[in-house]
């Protein structure tokens, strides 16, 4: 019988404690109600082509992230691929934070039809908007740009 060897699945999909490797841990993911409802009344927001981010410096050494996709964007089975196609743009991107900083991406419709390669550039521009204006509060940020 010829066939593949067992367990040989893709570096990305190997599972490790039923987990996908890279997956968030549960310590950098918001989980409960009450911290989305603090990052959306007491953060600051960051605008967007595809998603408008929310940010909330905390206290603790680690960033954390939540995603909002609401029944207005689609089905069940659109707003999982949303919420994957974010997930795996935020996986990216994680390395251009380095706050500590509470964040909600709140994505627009239009990123159903977007590139992933705009996703991620968006998602890694936000996160560095995010960290200038966590690091330097009150003022301009070193790489913002007048248009």
Same mark, same amino acid.
């Given at each position: 019988? $010829? ?6 699945? $893709? !570096? ?6 039923? @987990? !996908? /490797? ?9 989980? @409960?109600?009450?911290?989305? *409802? ?6 600051? +927001?960051?605008? /967007? ?9 905390? *206290? ?8 909002? &996709?609401?029944? &207005? ?24 934070? $380095? ?7 709140? !994505?627009?419709? $239009? ?17 560095? &908007?995010?960290?200038? @204006? ?9 790489? +913002?740009?007048? &248009?």
């Amino acid at each position: 019988m $010829s066939g593949p060897p067992p367990n040989t699945q $893709s !570096p990305g999909r190997q599972k490790a404690a039923g @987990k !996908p /490797a890279g997956a968030f841990s549960r310590a950098a993911r918001l989980l @409960k109600h009450a911290d989305f *409802e603090r990052v959306y009344e007491k953060g600051q +927001r960051h605008f /967007a082509r595809h998603m408008t981010v929310f940010f909330l410096p905390r *206290e603790s050494s680690q960033a954390r992230i939540g995603f909002t &996709v609401g029944r &207005v964007l689609g089905g069940a089975v659109e707003r999982n691929r949303i919420k994957r196609r974010l997930r795996e743009a935020v996986r990216l991107q994680w390395g251009r934070l $380095s706050s500590a900083v509470d964040i909600v991406v709140n !994505p627009k419709k $239009s990123v159903l039809q977007a590139n992933f390669a705009d996703i991620g550039q968006e998602l890694g521009r936000a996160f560095e &908007v995010i960290d200038g @204006k966590v690091r330097n509060p009150g003022g301009t940020s070193a790489t +913002r740009k007048r &248009v």
